[in-house]
């Protein structure tokens, strides 16, 4: 066992856990933060993105002991209080998930992915969404809807200061 | 996955003595192979260590025409870095290129050079570059260093510390990808160096990245995409699976070269 100190979603979390304790369980079943789902865990689906030290990573593919000491941001993160982060109310807008299962990696990758290109100062185009979405799989919606909803919420972003959600 | 003790030494000569202090200890630079690996129980290191807190493995520099990059340098480090986009652009393209972005973010060149998956796409570059493989103990030319598939000549305990790059004159990467989980099916690394041509091939062989002599002396005596049509690729050299039939990866070892050649920068 090894004591593992992080701050999720702002708050200081510590913790004893085996040294093979992936992210994503220590979410899960230590913090009982049970938005981050997995799906394939296998690193292919991207159901369990989370934002470790500001970058989008899965979470099922890192150690706990790993990332000691590090930010990590999840699903029940995002929004500020009772209002929702602006990529949350755009795949409400357009309807952006059906069953929901894979939404909490959709709206984490959606996130990242807006903040990054605002900081290169490249456009996201709908082709670029498309490019950024291939490590997130959706089983339902065809995609069409993720995409328009990573598009509205990208420009109401672009008008927010940087990292807001962070 | 089996149980395993973690180490995240902050210096080399600590890294060193944690990998050799455990018969079966592995170093963990990234994790994106190595961790899924461990999870389907089909690897069981007594002890990981993680190479990423040593702060000379991390970053890049670029001086006049080399680009010196930390083995603990991510994916998205390399492709988003400016000197890289501007000395090497097919290096940074091929770096974002692989996996997704959040593979990106976490996956390492040392840890993907060190692997050396069959279709993996670091591998090619390195190969088709001639680049240099340093290590805690010595250099290794990247002809001396691959092996076969998964097999390198890292000796036991040895870590990579850098990879160092020429600026070709002219180079490019082309991938025909698995669409599932991006890895190459057939990648091809063209490159015009100073030394002459050189093409590297992953994904395609049944025993890892290699360069295909045939192209290199064709594209030598004319660098135009027509120059590879009368080349030989052989079916007996190339992997076979559910993805793609040795055939079929021949032909397309071909199709990435000829776009290879014409989309060299």
């Known amino acids: ?166 | 996955m089996y149980p395993t003790t973690y180490h995240k030494p902050a210096s080399l000569s600590d890294a060193a003595a944690a990998l050799s202090a455990s018969d079966e200890a592995m170093v963990l630079a990234g994790g994106q192979t190595l961790l899924p690996t461990m999870k389907q129980r089909l690897a069981s290191p007594s002890a990981l260590v993680d190479i990423r807190a040593i702060p000379e493995l991390r970053g890049i520099t670029v001086s006049g025409a080399t680009v010196t990059i930390g083995a603990a340098t991510t994916h998205a480090e390399v492709a988003g870095h400016q000197g890289v986009q501007q000395t090497i652009p097919a290096l940074a393209c091929l770096a974002a290129g692989i996996g997704d972005p959040a593979v990106r973010h976490m996956g390492t060149i040392g840890g993907s050079v060190a692997n050396n998956d069959p279709a993996a796409d670091y591998p090619a570059a390195v190969l088709g570059l001639g680049a240099t493989v340093v290590t805690s103990t010595r250099e290794i030319a990247a002809d001396d260093f691959f092996e076969g598939m998964f097999a390198t000549a890292l000796e036991e305990g040895e870590i990579i510390t850098a990879i160092r790059f020429e600026a070709p004159k002219r180079a490019a990467y082309m991938k025909f990808r698995n669409p599932a989980s991006r890895y190459a099916i057939v990648g091809v690394f063209v490159a015009e160096t100073a030394a002459g041509v050189r093409v590297a091939v992953t994904g395609a062989g049944a025993d890892g990245v290699f360069r295909h002599s045939g192209m290199e002396e064709a594209l030598s005596a004319s660098f135009a995409p027509e120059a590879v049509d009368g080349c030989e690729v052989g079916e007996g050299d190339m992997a076979a699976d559910i993805h793609a039939s040795a055939p079929y990866r021949a032909h397309l070892v071909k199709v990435m070269a000829r776009r290879a050649v014409a989309g060299a920068v």
């Open chain 1, 1 to 166: 066992m090894t004591k593992v100190t992080m701050t999720v979603n702002g708050k200081a979390q510590t913790r004893d856990v085996p040294d093979t304790t992936l992210l994503s369980d220590f979410l899960r079943e230590e913090l009982r933060l049970t938005g981050t789902h997995v799906g394939c865990d296998t690193s292919q689906c991207g159901a369990c993105v989370v934002h470790v030290d500001g970058r989008a990573v899965k979470a099922c593919t890192a150690l706990a002991v790993a990332l000691d000491g590090a930010e990590v941001t999840t699903i029940e993160g995002v929004a500020q209080g009772k209002e929702l982060h602006p990529m949350q109310v755009a795949f409400n807008d357009h309807h952006g998930l059906q069953c929901g299962f894979c939404t909490p990696g959709m709206i984490m990758t959606g996130i990242d992915m807006v903040e990054r290109y605002k900081a290169s100062g490249l456009p996201l185009t709908e082709e670029a969404i498309r490019h950024e979405l291939e490590g997130n799989i959706c089983r339902c919606t065809g995609y069409h809807n993720i995409v328009r909803a990573i598009e509205d919420a990208a420009q109401k972003m672009q008008a927010a200061p940087a990292a807001a959600a962070e």
